[in-house]
């Protein structure tokens, strides 16, 4: 029986530790660096891995990202050969789906624009518009994108959205291919991103994206802060294309004090807080891709290790 590394600088070992053990009772969990023997590891449950990386680890039969992304395993760098999968997690994606509505929603109501008006005592009214009248896009309709298309639509908001092969959903207008996503961006008064980040994806955020979009509109940036081209934001919002942006996601968090982007009335900051999976929701899939690995099984939720998510 082989025993499986826990490695993370952001997520407690011993939140995890008592949901597998209920379902795997012989559970040798090892926490980073205190792992022992490195022949004895067969599974790696990582956030981001350790420095020197996973190759001493020279029995490992599969990686477990401890979040729904996997850029933070930088692939590239990982064992060949050894299969990665990630954390697909019913609470995470409610939760998604939630802060994206209410970023729509915030901006629908022109809720930024009152926060800023009720700071500086000011009575100005704006006629609500239908969310049947405002088109709201979504970047990636994977499990995330997917779900908060689906959100957005009950919520009586116009959807579109853009996957990298052409996907049906039930009254969202899909679009695909390089020249896609700018179709669909001249359609939505709001983007929101949810792709995966991968060297196709890196900096799609950008001056050209944001000059299909209708004047006036917003930018929603839950994906990560390597989508956005970070220095072509501010001239986008002082020219008026942008008429403000909801970031979760940064190139280097926790953002630095003196970044631009805090203290605007027209960007709101939060800390990458947009949606967490939790360890008693997501250990089944844990303990059952723990399994899987053992027994040379492929496994749930699998990356594909070629395309980068
Ligand atoms: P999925 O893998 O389920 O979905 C990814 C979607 O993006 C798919 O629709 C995929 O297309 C599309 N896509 C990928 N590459 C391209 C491309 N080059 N061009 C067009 N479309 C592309 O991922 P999830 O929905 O589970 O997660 C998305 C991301 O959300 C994560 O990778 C992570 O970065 C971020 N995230 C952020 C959190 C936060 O708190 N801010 C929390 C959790 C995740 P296709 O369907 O054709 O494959
Ligand atoms: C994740 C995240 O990828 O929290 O799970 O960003």
Redesign the pocket.
């Known amino acids: 029986m082989g025993a499986v590394l826990f490695c993370s600088n952001l997520d407690d070992p011993e939140e995890w530790r008592p949901p597998m053990t209920r379902l795997m009772p012989d559970l040798d969990l090892r926490v980073f660096p205190n792992f022992g023997n490195a022949d004895e590891i067969d599974v790696a449950m990582v956030w981001r891995p350790p420095a020197e990386g996973l190759g001493q680890f020279k029995n490992l039969k599969a990686i477990l990202s401890l ?5 933070q395993l930088d692939l590239s760098k990982l064992p060949a050969g050894v299969p990665v999968a990630r954390l ?1 997690d019913d609470v ?1 994606t409610t939760a ?1 789906a939630e802060y994206c509505l209410l970023a729509a929603l915030r901006y629908h109501r022109r809720v930024d624009l009152y926060e800023r008006n009720s700071r500086l005592k000011k009575w100005e009214y704006h006629i609500p518009r239908p969310a049947s009248q405002r088109t709201v896009g979504v970047l ?6 997917g779900a908060t298309a689906e959100k957005l639509k009950m919520n009586g908001f116009k959807v579109v959205g ?4 052409p ?1 049906q959903i039930a009254g969202v207008e899909g679009f ?1 291919g390089a020249d896609g996503i700018y179709r669909m961006a001249a359609k939505a008064e709001i983007v929101i991103n ?5 060297p ?2 890196r900096g799609i955020l950008n001056k050209k994206l944001f000059d299909a979009m209708p004047q006036g509109s917003y930018l929603v940036n ?3 802060g390597g989508h956005l081209n970070e220095e072509d934001l501010i001239p986008a919002l002082d020219s008026g294309k942008l008429a403000g942006a909801t970031l ?2 940064f190139q280097k968090e926790p953002l630095v004090t003196e970044h631009p982007f805090w203290g605007r009335g027209d960007i709101l900051v939060t800390p ?5 999976g939790g360890a008693d929701t997501a250990a089944p899939q844990v303990v059952e891709n723990i399994r899987r690995a053992r027994a040379g099984k492929p496994l749930m939720n699998q990356v594909d290790r070629a395309k980068g ?1």
Do not use: E, I, N, Q
């Open positions: 979040g729904a992304g996997v850029d697909v995470l998604m990636g309709l994977g499990v995330l994108g853009w996957s990298r092969s996907k695909s949810l792709l995966p980040l991968t196709d994806t839950v994906g990560r979760d996601v990458h807080c947009a949606s967490t998510y």
